[in-house]
């Protein structure tokens, strides 16, 4: 018999329980609204920034600091250079600011449910987490957390709006946490905050503790380039470039930066790609409380709902086989949800016919069970 293969994985590699990224399949004529991405292309000005650079070559380095990029970031958001951080996607902006923020003696406070990659990114460091209980609608109980920071944290991670739920606090709400938390950072995740919610980069010039992080794969439609951002005082930002340039000096090519400069300074493309989804968003909502579902108030790109009658994750493997993908997480609290993402109005309308379809498909087999009545 021969030996079976060793393991070549270091025990900390076997430990990690990776985060699973909704599929990307290739089906003809898919509908997809399972990741969030925007139903809309990019701006053509980062398409045509990302062809020019092409034509300059890519046979050097592209800038290890993306200054440009940066001072376009900074410019738009009425702050300084120094207090932009780019990274690739948020995800990674993310793990460096877990990396160089988050590793305390004390826990790490980020609600129980919320985007998953931050339970990831505290087992990779090996990062205590205290998941804070949202409330009975789904919101984070600010007041809760608020008390449990005062007693002595890592930091306080959250995403605003919320992940998967689409439910926003407002500005004042994350100042109480800011407040609670003066000596940690809080990290406000503002990946879907340009679809309908307050964004806290206006607290940033007085709380030092304050770290806002961006993405450009939702508002911007560009989540193939993959670039997101982190906002902070210029201390912070440094903090991040420490972990940067212990890991990888070019986390942005010359496409990615030239690409996101053009679509951060393509403000008319912005806005009307956001106004369509927003106004989408309305639509389905509707359409979904039409058919009977519960659907979350949602200041995102995406709607949570769940129908009281049916079990979510038949009706999400029903859609898939009519080629609409939309996402499902096995969780506990959030297993009878469906998380929807915002398409075009086509794609919508898709979605809606399916599930009528399905629903009526569901009563009539319902009725065949029961059978006829007697009498
Ligand atoms: N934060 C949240 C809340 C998200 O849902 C996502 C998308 N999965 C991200 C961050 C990461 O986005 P990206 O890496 O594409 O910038």
Request: overall charge neutral.
């Amino acid at each position: 018999m021969t030996n079976p293969t060793p393991s070549f994985w270091s025990p900390r590699a076997a430990a990690l329980e990776p985060y699973v990224p909704g599929e990307q399949p290739r089906i003809t004529g898919l509908v997809k609204l399972n990741t969030n991405e925007n139903p809309y292309p990019p701006s053509p000005r980062a398409i045509d920034a990302i062809m020019q650079a092409v034509e300059q070559g890519l046979e050097r380095y592209p800038d290890p600091e993306s200054t440009a990029l940066r001072a376009a970031i900074a410019r738009r958001h009425g702050l300084d250079s120094a207090q932009v951080f780019v990274g690739n996607g948020s995800d990674e902006v993310l793990a460096l600011a877990f990396y160089a923020f988050f590793q305390q003696s004390a826990p790490l406070l980020f609600p129980d449910v919320t985007y998953s990659f931050y339970r990831v990114y505290t087992q990779l460091y090996g990062i205590q987490a205290e998941l804070q209980p949202v409330n009975e609608a789904l919101a984070i109980d600010v007041d809760a957390l608020a008390a449990r920071a005062n007693r002595g944290c890592a930091g306080i991670v959250l995403a605003n709006p919320n992940a998967p739920t689409g439910i926003a606090l407002p500005c004042a709400r994350i100042e109480a946490l800011l407040r609670a938390c003066p000596q940690r950072v809080v990290l406000v995740d503002e990946a879907y905050v340009d679809f309908g919610a307050e964004s806290a980069i206006g607290l940033i010039a007085r709380y030092p503790n304050l770290l806002v992080v961006h993405t450009l794969s939702k508002s911007r439609a560009l989540a193939g380039l993959r670039v997101g951002f982190a906002l902070g005082q210029a201390p912070l930002i440094e903090g991040l470039a420490r972990v940067k340039n212990s890991f990888n000096s070019y986390p942005l090519d010359r496409l990615a930066q030239a690409g996101a400069a053009a679509a951060i300074e393509d403000r008319a493309w912005f806005e009307k790609t956001r106004a369509a989804v927003i106004d989408t968003r309305e639509g389905l909502t509707l359409q979904l409380e039409d058919l009977g579902f519960e659907v979350l108030p949602s200041q995102a790109n995406f709607v949570f709902a769940r129908h009281p009658r049916r079990d979510a994750a038949e009706l999400a493997a029903a859609l898939r086989e009519r080629a609409v993908l939309v996402r499902h997480f096995r969780q506990p609290r959030v297993a009878q949800y469906l998380r929807i993402s915002v398409g075009t109005r086509e794609q919508c309308s898709a979605l809606i016919d399916a599930l009528k379809e399905i629903l009526r498909t569901c009563l009539r087999s319902e009725m065949a069970h029961v059978g006829p009545k007697s009498g």
